[in-house]
């Protein structure tokens, strides 16, 4: 039986890829940050991939490329912007990305698909309508669901490592169903572990910053995990190749940068340092330039070798330092902590482009806004249950 597909808000093909392992069909995928449409058009070269406004996407791009009979589910994961409770001025976003999730319901409706999923943060459920309102958007989101015929649904927040992604990523979730009669359930944890950090970048050689030297040979060391993003036949990928490492790269650093994470111990970040160094010795830090004058909370964390990453983000380069080494991650350690597959081929937009550019997403962008795909999968297998069950 063939499971199918829409994707949209696409971004760099995390859903796709967890889904095509479970053994969806994807049809067409919507997106509009060009640099996203080039990684998931080369990853996913079957897929008819949409590089657009959602909201100016019509029915005659779409229902070429739907079976008749329509699709099983569409996913929708929009941006987070507006949701997320990172930096102090966040929740001062109001405007009209909060609303679109109507566009995943609406393209919903017109390919009669079967169930709709939507991914957000957690803290999406606390967000107004707008800052003097009492109204949550979450609840205009399922009041609207309703509207369009899809009142059975759940809500869950799932937690990325009980998934076998090593990093602690919380994320909500609504599953919901055309059919008022299906039983719908969530993917129950998969793992009796954590995945920690060091089994994530197993294999994955030093690379030195400022060097240039982009590392491409694996070195003798192994995990289990490494070994599943190895394995291009459990993600479908044979056409693929994981002999070599790509986009193993290192960033280039100041000399002043080098000897602040050299200060910085597993588990520590720059707010550790802050509060280390005090008085004469924290200015002494700051005119050498190895401290910033203004502390961030969420910079420069070492991270652990024996614990999940924390969050990846769009900032995951500013954010995470090596946990033995000093540097940056580079794209495919970040690439590790998310579960992208060794072979995933991140080819769009440049290695790194300031983030007040809002038309472009570097790699490391893209990796940080996309969902894991080892979760997207445990999704696809759950979903394939439900309607195999309710049919």
């Not at 063939?2 to 095509?20: E, N, Q, V, Y």
């Not at 949409?50 to 099983?72: C, K, Y």
């Not at 997320?84 to 393209?107: H, K, M, V």
């Not at 076998?164 to 599953?175: D, E, H, K, M, S």
């Amino acid at each position: 039986m063939k499971f199918t597909h829409i994707d949209c808000f696409s971004g760099p093909g995390g859903i796709c890829t967890g889904l095509h392992a479970a053994g969806f069909d994807t049809k067409v995928a919507i997106e509009h940050i060009k640099s996203c449409v080039d990684t998931y058009s080369k990853n996913h070269p079957q897929v008819h991939v949409i590089h657009s406004d959602i909201r100016d996407v019509t029915e005659a791009e779409i229902l070429p490329h739907v079976p008749e009979e329509g699709i099983d589910v569409v996913t929708s994961g929009m941006p987070c912007e507006t949701f997320s409770t990172a930096g102090n001025t966040s929740r001062s976003f109001y405007d009209d990305r909060q609303f679109l999730f109507r566009e995943g319901i609406r393209i919903a409706q017109m390919v009669k698909a079967k169930l709709i999923l939507f991914e957000n943060v957690p803290a999406i459920t606390t967000k107004t309508v707008s800052k003097k309102s009492k109204k949550l958007i979450v609840d205009v989101l399922k009041k609207e669901l309703k509207q369009a015929g899809y009142g059975n649904y759940l809500e869950v927040v799932l937690n990325a490592t009980q998934f076998g992604v090593p990093q602690r990523r919380n994320r909500f979730f609504i599953l919901a169903s055309k059919d008022p009669k299906w039983v719908l359930d969530y993917p129950k944890p998969a793992c009796d572990r954590e995945i920690p950090v060091e089994e994530a970048l197993a294999g994955l050689p030093n690379v030195i910053a400022n060097s240039g030297e982009e590392a491409t040979e694996y070195t003798s060391d192994e995990s289990e995990y490494t070994s599943l993003l190895k394995d291009d036949a459990f993600w479908r990928r044979e056409e693929f190749d994981s002999s070599k490492i790509t986009y193993h790269m290192p960033m280039r650093h100041r000399a002043c940068t080098l000897e602040r994470f050299g200060l910085l111990q597993q588990g520590e970040s720059l707010k550790d340092l802050f509060e280390k160094y005090t008085g004469e010795e924290r200015e002494r830090l700051q005119e050498k330039r190895v401290l910033p004058k203004k502390m961030f909370i969420k910079r420069n964390y070492r991270l652990k070798l024996d614990e999940p990453s924390p969050t990846v983000t769009s900032h995951c380069l500013d954010e995470f330092v090596h946990p033995i080494y000093h540097r940056a991650l580079t794209v495919r350690e970040c690439a590790r902590l998310q579960s992208f597959p060794d072979s995933y081929d991140f080819c769009g937009g440049p290695y790194i482009i300031p983030h007040i550019e809002k038309t472009i997403q570097d790699k490391y962008e893209q990796i940080g806004d996309a969902v894991p795909p080892l979760i997207a999968y445990a999704w696809g297998k759950e979903i394939k249950k439900i309607i195999e069950e309710n049919e």
